[in-house]
C-alpha cells in the first residue's frame, strides 16, 4: 500500500463492498423455501402466486395447532404404558428382550442409553421413557408385541377396543407428526379424522388431558372441518376448495 492513501484505499474498498452487495438478488420467498417445496403448493394454487404463500402459511398455521395435542397425546400414551409395564415386569421392563422382542425396540433403547451416557447421565428409566421416540411406543401395539396386549389394553378407558385399531390410529398420528416435523404439507391429509383420532385416544388414556387440550387447543377455531383440498372435476388434480379460500390467512 502506498504511503499516504489509506484514506482513499479504504473508501475504494468501502465502495467495492456495497457495488458487490448490491449485485446480489434478494431471495423471495419461493427462493428461501426452495422451488421444489414451493411447487407442491402452486401446483395446488393452479398457478397463483399469491394463493399458493397463504396456503403454505396455513399449512404452518394448521402444523402448529396441532403440536399441543399431540405432545399431550404422545405424553399420556408413553406414560401410562410405562405405568404398566412397569407394573407387570418390573422397573427394567425396558431392558428386558421377553418384553421387547422386536429389534427395532431393543436397538432405540440401546441408542437412547447410550446417548444418555455419553452425556454423562445415568441412563434412568425415567430419562430412557423421556427420550424415547414415538414410533418405538407406537411399535408396543403393532403385531410383533401381542404378547403385551393384555398387559397394555388397561390403559385405555373404552371397551371393545381391539390392538389393531389403536395401532392403526397410532401409524397415522406418527405419519402426521413426523410431517410435521419436517415441514412438510399435511393440507392434503383427512384433517378432521386426524383430529379426532388424536382427541379419542387421549381421551381413553386420560380424561383430564382430553380436556386440557379442550380447553387450549386453537385447532377448532382454526381449521374449517372441511376438506381444503378436493379433486379437479376436470382432471381429478387437488386444488383449493372453493369454500376453504376464506379461512386461509389473507
Known amino acids: ?48 402466486q399469491a394463493l399458493a404463500e397463504r396456503l403454505y402459511t396455513y399449512n404452518v398455521q394448521l402444523s402448529a395447532a396441532l403440536y399441543g395435542p399431540l405432545h399431550m397425546q404422545e405424553v399420556s400414551l408413553r406414560n401410562m404404558a410405562d405405568q404398566a409395564l412397569a407394573q407387570r415386569y418390573g422397573a427394567a421392563w425396558h431392558l428386558d428382550p421377553a418384553v421387547l422382542a422386536d429389534r427395532y425396540q431393543r436397538d432405540n433403547v440401546a441408542k437412547v442409553v447410550q446417548s444418555l451416557q455419553q452425556a454423562g447421565k445415568a441412563g ?10 414415538f414410533g418405538f411406543w407406537s411399535s408396543l401395539f403393532g403385531r410383533q408385541s401381542h404378547h403385551l396386549w393384555q398387559t ?50 387421549t381421551g381413553w388414556l386420560s380424561p383430564s388431558a382430553a380436556a386440557w387440550i379442550a380447553r387450549y387447543s386453537t385447532w377448532p377455531a382454526l381449521y374449517p372441518a372441511i376438506p381444503i383440498l378436493v379433486p379437479d372435476p376436470a382432471g381429478g388434480a387437488l386444488t383449493v376448495a372453493a369454500g376453504a379460500i376464506p379461512y386461509l390467512p389473507a
Not at 378407558?157 to 385399531?165: E, F, L, M, S, V
Not at 383427512?190 to 382427541?199: S, V
Open 152 to 201: 397394555l389394553r388397561p390403559i385405555f378407558q373404552a371397551r371393545g377396543i381391539q390392538r389393531g385399531a389403536v395401532a392403526q390410529n397410532l401409524r397415522e398420528l406418527r405419519l402426521l407428526r413426523n410431517r410435521i416435523a419436517h415441514y412438510e404439507p399435511i393440507i392434503a391429509l383427512p384433517l378432521a379424522q386426524r383430529y379426532t383420532d388424536i382427541t379419542t385416544l
Open 1 to 48: 500500500m502506498l504511503a499516504g492513501t489509506t484514506g482513499g484505499y479504504r473508501i475504494y474498498v468501502a465502495h467495492w463492498a456495497l457495488k458487490i452487495k448490491r449485485r446480489v438478488p434478494v431471495p423471495t420467498l419461493t427462493a428461501a423455501l426452495s422451488a421444489d417445496r414451493f411447487a407442491t403448493y402452486l401446483q395446488w394454487a393452479a398457478g397463483d
Open 124 to 133: 434412568t428409566r425415567p430419562q430412557v421413557i423421556a427420550e424415547l421416540n
